[in-house]
């Protein structure tokens, strides 16, 4: 019988219709993920703050370090500070890397230093064992504009604690990431507003 505080979901259902609770079958402690959200549909994002959100109503600790938005001001930056202490939203980039919407005074190296630090300083957060959800959003688009290296990313994942579920967002996803992740989900685009000329709804894109 399950306590109140466990809640299943048709997603908690095993193989066998048994239910596999928040601690795992028999009670053993849950396996940390490796997530990768990829594709070049929209919601790879919307997925992995979803994802945050429901960890922090489980009182988990959430750190989501945003690579190569910037300083531009979005709805998750706002309701990450209403999910405090349990939601912590840091970005480390510089603004976007592709030729039509980045800004074109921030040089090159400028995005590759702002990258490589964030990537070092979570390094230390997924290491310290305060966080249960660390969430990568853009890094995989980070490693595609090179301002991160394969490598660098597939020696996080190999390091990070084996409770702590790791969530890596972006297009093209490698398949070295593919291989050695748990959950990999693709966005594949069918339908899109923009090609109606609608342009980006505050509250759905941002």
């Not at 349990?86 to 980045?102: A, S």
């Not at 972006?170 to 990431?177: I, N």
């Amino acid at each position: 019988m399950l306590r109140g505080d466990e809640i299943v979901a048709e997603d908690q259902l095993g193989a066998s219709g048994d239910v596999v609770t928040s601690r795992g079958a028999k009670g053993r402690r849950c396996k940390g993920l490796v997530i990768i959200n990829t594709g070049n549909g929209k919601g790879k994002t919307t997925a992995a703050m979803g994802l945050g959100m429901r960890a922090a109503g489980n009182r988990m600790k959430v750190l989501c370090l945003q690579f190569i938005k910037g300083a531009w001001k979005t709805g998750e930056t706002e309701s990450a500070q209403k999910l405090a202490p349990y939601f912590e939203l840091v970005k480390t980039g510089r603004g976007f890397t592709i030729e039509r919407l980045r800004n074109r005074r921030i040089t090159d190296e400028e995005h590759r230093a702002a990258a490589q630090e964030g990537l070092s300083w979570v390094r230390g957060r997924i290491l310290s064992g305060e966080y249960q959800v660390v969430i990568l959003d853009e890094i995989l688009g980070s490693i595609k504009a090179g301002l991160v290296t394969l490598e660098q990313v597939l020696e996080l994942v190999a390091a990070k604690p084996p409770d702590l579920h790791l969530v890596l967002t972006g297009r093209g996803a490698p398949p070295e990431l593919i291989e050695v992740a748990d959950l990999v989900t693709e966005m594949r685009p069918i339908k899109h507003p923009y090609e109606a000329g609608i342009m980006a709804q505050r509250g759905v894109e941002f």
